[in-house]
């Protein structure tokens, strides 16, 4: 399979989880409930991962062979203390906090690199 057509295939999954995330907003600190969408996912994948890293991080750690060589890729997953006046589907289900900053976009995305 063509990497376009795996993105393509995979597209609407991650539109999905971004919704979910936009619907659920946590603050910095707080978001355990958006961690644990990210563990769930990454494991499924059979992506090895470790949580904590900074309160409430997930990482996951994709290896290519035998090399040693690195590469780190990160994303933001907190949403800001202010109300949504949107009215579609996902929008916030919680009352002073939305996904304004586009944090809940770049966790789907790191989750699409992934």
């Known amino acids: 399979m063509k990497v376009i057509d795996s993105i393509v295939t995979q597209a609407a999954g991650i539109a999905a989880v971004r919704r979910d995330i936009h619907a659920h907003p946590e603050l910095c600190f707080e978001e355990v409930r958006t961690a644990d969408v990210v563990a769930q996912k990454l494991t499924e994948w059979g992506i090895p991962?470790?949580?904590g890293m900074g309160t409430t991080g997930v990482v996951g750690i994709i290896k290519n062979g035998t090399s040693s060589r690195a590469i780190g890729l990160r994303a933001d997953m907190d949403a800001l203390p202010?109300?949504?006046f949107n009215t579609f589907e996902h929008a916030?289900?919680?009352?002073g906090k939305m996904h304004a900053c586009g944090h809940d976009g770049h966790t789907a995305m790191l989750l699409a690199a992934a």
């Open 49 to 51: 991962i470790h949580r």
């Open 92 to 95: 916030s289900k919680t009352q």
């Open 82 to 84: 202010m109300q949504e």
